[in-house]
């Protein structure tokens, strides 16, 4: 292999993130796997792994990387922090021509900028090989039960950005012994949805049947899992078909209808396109059988499959009310009959150090193979956006977002 370097570079975005690409011990790990691969790490007072740790594991840290043959960071880099001629690797939100970005792929294009996106790193099957997904789930399901103790007067949970790490926040599960016998769904069969039920089993709460969960009474907390079969259904009235419900998702329509009457706590975890059906509508919620009194919507797509998510929330402010009756948004808690919705957009970064150690794991078994062997590669490939400041070929839809 030829000699190359690696810049973890500080994250320059602004609420700051905590995480890192690689944590110190991979960095470690990822320079004896590799020969002739050197990490450097950017001076950093925000990361939440600091500086004397990564000199602690031996590895170089500095005010300036740009000496660097590749700069890895988390979330998007503010354009002024470009550096020119650079081969980067970070989360873009440019690859559905999001507005906010699109200055961003611009100046990578002006700049001569080789963009790879941790998002669009997939096996020859088209699964993503890295991702945040299983920690929005952990902290999204946690976050929910918080909002719904706090809503109700239950007990109160130490917010999870307020935990060390999991293990701390673990410490605080048997406070929802508290709970009544209410009903939770989790939607949703992926990651994200996976970190949810982790932790609704860490809780000891019981998992039951979609049939259990909609037809029968418990006297305990209960949870189900519902996959997208068990709330869509094609509407000619053909069987359904999970390929091609991802592949003609307008062809379909919701029957989340039924769980509303039994449901108290929605996780919402699931992937939405926006041809597919909403779960529900906003005219529901004024209905009598509408029985839904707090949501998280850990997927957070603003005006998506969760109607009511007009805005992503906080992390210092995770939950805000919805009155039915207005249709407006009021502050958390404000009135018994609202709905109370958390709708944070950054989950992952509430334990940052979990994040980052798993991201890291993903990182050094499923791209640093592909990324520092010679040549091209496939892996690589469909994750580059930009070659030496031009659009690659399989991304140049993005040509009239940029222009």
Not at 111 to 139: P, Q, S
Not at 298 to 321: H, L, M, N
Request: with cysteine.
């Amino acid at each position: 292999m030829r000699p190359i370097t690696i810049g973890l570079i500080r994250e320059g975005k602004t609420p700051p993130d905590k995480r890192v690409p690689l944590t110190p011990k991979k960095c470690t790990e990822a320079e004896a796997r590799f020969p002739g691969l050197q990490i450097v790490a950017q001076e950093s007072p925000i990361r939440c792994f600091t500086d004397d740790e990564y000199r602690a594991a031996g590895i170089e840290v500095r005010p300036d990387v740009s000496d660097c043959d590749i700069l890895m960071g988390v979330k998007e880099v503010p354009v002024g922090q470009l550096i020119p001629n650079k081969t980067y690797l970070f989360f873009s939100h440019t690859v559905k021509k999001q507005p906010a970005n699109r200055e961003l792929l611009r100046q990578v294009l002006a700049k001569n900028i080789t963009l790879i996106d941790y998002e669009l790193l997939t096996n020859e099957n088209g699964e993503r090989i890295v991702a945040f997904g299983r920690w929005a789930g952990i902290v999204g399901a946690y976050n929910g039960l918080l909002t719904y103790g706090r809503k109700h007067g239950l007990y109160e949970l130490k917010p999870a950005y307020e935990c060390l790490d999991m293990e701390d926040m673990q410490e605080e599960f048997f406070k929802v012994k508290k709970l009544p016998p209410i009903k939770m769904a989790i939607t949703g069969s992926g990651r994200v949805a996976q970190g949810a039920v982790e932790v609704l089993n860490l809780m000891g709460i019981r998992r039951v049947s979609v049939y259990d969960y909609l037809y029968l009474d418990f006297n305990e907390p209960v949870y189900t899992q519902l996959r997208s079969s068990d709330y869509n259904r094609r509407r000619d009235g053909r069987v359904w078909d999970t390929p091609d419900f991802h592949r003609n998702p307008q062809e379909y329509e919701s029957t989340f209808r039924n769980f509303l009457p039994v449901t108290n706590l929605l996780i919402a975890c699931a992937y939405w396109h926006p041809s597919a059906p909403r779960l529900f509508e906003e005219a529901d919620t004024c209905r009598a059988h509408f029985r839904i009194d707090t949501i998280a919507d850990v997927t957070c797509d603003v005006d998506g499959s969760i109607p009511v998510t007009k805005r992503s929330s906080t992390i210092q402010e995770p939950a805000f009310d919805y009155n039915c009756q207005t249709g407006e948004l009021e502050p958390a808690y404000s009135r018994p009959g609202n709905l109370t919705i958390m709708a944070v957009d950054n989950l992952p970064c509430e334990l940052p150090r979990n994040a980052s150690r798993d991201f890291g794991r993903q990182l050094l078994d499923n791209v640093l193979p592909h990324l520092v062997h010679e040549g091209t590669d496939a892996v690589i490939e469909r994750a580059t956006i930009a070659r030496h400041g031009q659009l690659t070929e399989r991304y140049q839809y993005l040509q009239d977002y940029v222009e």
